[in-house]
């Protein structure tokens, strides 16, 4: 008797524990799972995946797969029975990139840990990724679920130095709603994106989690160094302008949260070093020394009269640039057709011109001709308004001419003037660039007059060096209008001072339209006595 209890004891143990989980009653039943995945959003297609897990996070076997069929990144599961609580979510695919305003070229994949005992909303996000590392570490060391995802999660915050009184869980919250946690999450997502191509993304949040995952402290100062690197380029209103366009034209109403102020934070207030610049400025270009190469300020100081150079930069993909250069004194510059820089028109008034870079990821080059003299160069840097970097640059040898100075140039006679003389049968052949060259002094201001005689509606741009007490005056004619048939007298006032009682020596250099060199005159300014 007591042989036979013992046999039907033991098949029943046998039995009961060859069982799958699949034949258990399940203890969690879910009409729906849904939520959002979000860098931008991810587009249509995106595969979903969603394992069970048991109380150590370990996959149980049960699979449940679906894809995004919108592109607002929304996704749901009907009828989902579980036996445990907890659940790994894994997202594959495309998104929107809401730095660039544009879809990314590559998938990226993002994952999210969740207990669902009390919800049915699950989103994955950047957040939900960084986390579920360091909450699995904390798990197989002993701590509960709950005291896992609340502790992981500050851990992550703590890299952007981010921080609120009540935060709620990552896998919560949307970038698409108000609220001060939806717009950390944002700020951490762009600040871990920036501009990186999806590989590289991959890699940053790898080498963030596993660094996180057994300390939960990013130790790697090159890995907290590339977040600052590139958060310090984002354009928030850009951002935001994207998001706000990006949802508007797939029917979702959107209100981007307010991520500005934890971007601004975070770039402030940050201990990693900023390591690299997104924009790169090299020691030289394809036509030599770079104009734009911060460390250099003097240039071909051997020089006497003109040098070539190149105005030269490397953009990262999503960045903008534009630079001002402005005479200060002396020459002024000529340039050749350009590789992806806009040139804007020369301004007379501020003797100033503007060259922006046409496309971003691409490198930019121009070779241009300056004469000597000082100038100005300001670098606006991801479509700021204000410079972002400034430097004073000098071309030619050091100024070994005393103390006379250069302080300005106006104009009179034809400059400005409109003409509508077509006489084409005009002799005006014995006339043709014809010049006279005065000088009087008023006060401590010497005004060395230049009278040319040419054609009608030219426009010009001028300059001034002064070489070993040499006067050398330049003026080109930047025109690109056809002319009338007509000539005039142009005439500038070219105003020094701080000038000595002696003789200054003085060559005034003439380049017509198509850049030929015309030495008008030369001669001595005799102040001596």
């Not at 950390?184 to 963030?208: K, M, P, Y």
């Not at 100024?399 to 140039?409: A, H, K, L, P």
């Not at 002064?466 to 000539?487: E, G």
Request: glycine share 6%; aromatic share 12%; proline share 3%.
């Amino acid at each position: 008797m007591k042989k036979t209890i013992l046999l039907s004891s033991i098949i029943v143990f046998l039995f009961s524990n060859c069982r799958k989980d699949d034949d258990l009653d399940p203890v969690t039943r879910k009409e729906s799972i849904s939520g959002f995945v979000q860098k931008g959003p991810f587009i249509n297609g995106t595969s979903i995946m969603i394992n069970e897990l048991d109380h150590h996070l370990s996959q149980t076997g049960k699979t449940y797969n679906t894809q995004i069929a919108d592109n607002q990144g929304s996704f749901e599961l009907r009828n989902v029975e579980l036996v445990s609580e907890y659940i790994s979510l894994r997202a594959d695919g495309f998104y929107f990139n809401e730095i660039l305003g544009k879809q990314s070229t590559a998938q990226i994949t993002l994952f999210a840990l969740s207990d669902v005992s009390d919800k049915s909303t699950v989103n994955v996000n950047i957040l939900s990724h960084l986390e579920k590392p360091r909450i699995e570490y904390l798990v197989s060391q002993g701590s509960g679920f709950s005291e896992a995802k609340i502790q992981a999660q500050r851990e992550v915050l703590d890299i952007f130095g981010f921080s609120l009184a009540d935060v709620q869980s990552s896998e919560l919250l949307d970038i698409t709603r108000p609220g001060e946690n939806n717009g950390i999450l944002l700020a951490a997502s762009l600040i871990t994106h920036g501009f990186r191509t999806e590989g590289e993304l991959t890699e940053l949040l790898a080498n963030i989690s596993n660094d996180l995952k057994e300390n939960g402290v990013l130790d790697n100062k090159k890995t907290g160094s590339q977040l600052i690197n590139h958060a310090s380029y984002l354009d928030p209103a850009s951002i935001r302008n994207n998001l706000i366009k990006r949802y508007s034209e797939i029917g979702v109403e959107a209100e981007i949260p307010d991520f500005e102020k934890y971007l601004e934070s975070f770039i402030e207030n940050t201990g990693f070093e900023v390591t690299e610049s997104l924009i790169d400025y090299p020691e030289h270009g394809l036509y030599g020394q770079n104009i734009l190469d911060p460390a250099q300020t003097i240039y071909d100081p051997d020089a006497q009269y003109m040098t070539q150079f190149s105005l030269a930069a490397n953009l990262a993909m999503g960045t903008s640039l534009k630079i001002k250069i402005t005479a200060l004194q002396g020459g002024i510059w000529y340039y050749s057709p350009s590789a992806n820089w806009f040139v804007a028109d020369f301004d007379f008034n501020t003797r100033s011109q503007y060259f922006t870079a046409v496309n971003p990821g691409v490198s930019c080059d121009l070779m241009m001709l300056f004469q000597n003299g000082r100038f100005l160069v300001e670098y606006f840097e991801m479509n700021s308004d204000k410079p972002t970097r400034t430097k004073i640059i000098t071309v030619g040898p050091e100024d070994e001419s005393g103390t006379i100075r250069f302080i300005g140039v106006t104009e009179s006679g034809c400059n400005g003037e409109i003409f509508n003389s077509t006489k084409a049968e005009y002799d005006y052949a014995d006339d043709y660039l014809e010049t006279a060259v005065n000088y009087l002094i008023t006060g401590d201001t010497l005004n060395v007059m230049v009278d040319i005689n040419y054609l009608c509606n030219a426009q010009f741009v001028y300059g001034t060096e002064i070489v070993n007490d040499t006067l050398i005056i330049t003026i080109r004619d930047s025109s690109l209008t056809q002319y009338n048939a007509c000539y005039c007298i142009y005439i500038w006032n070219f105003l020094f001072t701080d000038f000595e009682k002696k003789e200054y020596p003085f060559i005034i250099q003439f380049y017509d339209s198509t850049s030929i060199d015309h030495p008008l005159a030369e001669g001595v300014i005799d102040l001596s006595g």
